[in-house]
Structures are given as structure tokens and as C-alpha cells.
């Protein structure tokens, strides 16, 4: 079978923990960016990158915010690096039951990065922009999406196949082949 040959950009922002200094630029200008209408306000509370932070352990933490996540987690991870020990919770970028983060604060409404989604694009995610100390950094790269393909037209095929002849069916003929194998 002729397999369609596609690939899909991944957007990533590679953050490096020992340039950011704190100066919360990226909060101000996402949240800016996300306000309605655009540029009309800035609350850092609205913004869809959180700087954790603690100071007098010289502990500057950018994190994303990812996806939503409905529980808490049952076990937590402690990370510690280079003599700095970081909260439990300060590499998540979900938002969950368990803290405000990545909330928005009127709503309640949950916030997600959408690497700065605009129409016309933007050259670069704002974050990105106005980190002025490069602790920020947008890489694209190409990633085939080949295997995703065939996925979905094998899912086709056997749904098609379910709908004719019954999902028994197909699991039974499943289950002989499989015996067979
Ligand atoms: S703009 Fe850059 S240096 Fe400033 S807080 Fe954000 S990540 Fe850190
Ligand atoms: S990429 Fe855009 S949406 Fe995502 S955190 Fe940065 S400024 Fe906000």
C-alpha cells in the first residue's frame, strides 16, 4: 500500500534556567497579547507563562502553561540541580484542582500556550521576543507524521469492517488469526 509521505512542524521554546534573571517581560507581553482587545491590559495572572520563582535561592523557573489535567497528581517529584532545590510542583505546566496556575482569574477558564496563534503568523512566539536575555529560545523542526497515516487508514479499515460484519465478528476472526500467529 502507497503510503502518503507528510510531516507536521513542531514548535518548541527551549528554556534555559541559568540566563532568566526574573525580569517577568514574557508574562507581561503574553499576557498583553491575550487581553481582549489585544494590548488593552496586562495581569500577569492572565498570562500563559508563570515565572516561579524564589529569589533568595536565585530560583528564576519560566514554565509554559501545557494542558489541562482534571486530578492531582497522586505522587509528586522533587528536582534538585546544581544546589538549587526546586517546589514539588514548579516543572508542571498543567493546570489542575490542586493551584491557581494557568487559571484565568475572572472565569476560572483554563490557559494553554498557543505559541502566539495570530493571523498573519508572527515571526516568533512574544515570549520569545522580549526575553531579552535569551533564556527563551523558538526551534521548528519537521517531523514525519508517515505513521500516524497509516494508523488512521488501518482505524478506517476496521471500523468499516465492525460496521459490515459486527464487532463480534472481527473480534472472533482477530482472535483465530491470532492463535494462528
Ligand atoms: S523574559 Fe526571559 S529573563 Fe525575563 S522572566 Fe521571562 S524568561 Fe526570564
Ligand atoms: S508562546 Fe505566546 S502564548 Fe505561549 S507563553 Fe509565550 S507569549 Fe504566551
Redesign the pocket.
Known amino acids: 500500500m502507497a503510503v502518503e509521505k507528510k510531516t507536521k512542524t513542531v514548535k518548541t521554546i527551549k ?1 534555559d534556567l541559568d ?9 507581561v507581553i503574553c499576557s498583553a497579547f491575550h487581553a481582549a482587545p489585544k494590548y488593552s491590559s496586562n495581569n500577569p495572572a492572565r498570562s500563559r ?1 508563570r ?1 516561579v520563582q524564589e529569589p533568595h535561592k536565585d530560583i ?1 523557573l ?1 514554565v509554559l502553561a501545557g494542558e489541562y489535567a482534571p486530578a492531582e497528581c497522586a505522587g509528586r517529584v522533587k528536582y534538585a540541580d546544581g544546589g538549587k532545590e526546586y517546589d514539588e510542583c514548579a516543572f508542571c505546566r498543567a493546570a489542575c484542582p490542586s493551584r491557581d496556575l494557568f487559571k484565568e482569574p475572572d472565569s476560572g477558564l483554563f490557559l494553554t500556550c498557543d505559541m502566539c496563534e495570530s493571523d498573519p503568523p508572527l515571526e516568533k512566539p512574544l ?1 520569545v521576543q ?4 535569551d ?2 529560545v523558538y526551534e521548528e523542526r519537521e517531523e514525519a507524521v508517515e505513521e500516524d497515516l497509516k494508523l488512521d487508514e488501518m482505524e478506517k479499515g476496521v471500523e468499516s469492517l465492525v460496521n459490515t460484519y459486527g464487532l463480534q465478528r472481527i473480534a472472533d476472526a482477530i482472535a483465530r488469526i491470532s492463535r494462528k500467529t
Open positions: 528554556v540566563k532568566c534573571n526574573g525580569c517577568r517581560s514574557c508574562e507563562i515565572l528564576y519560566p515570549c522580549w526575553c531579552l536575555n533564556a527563551l
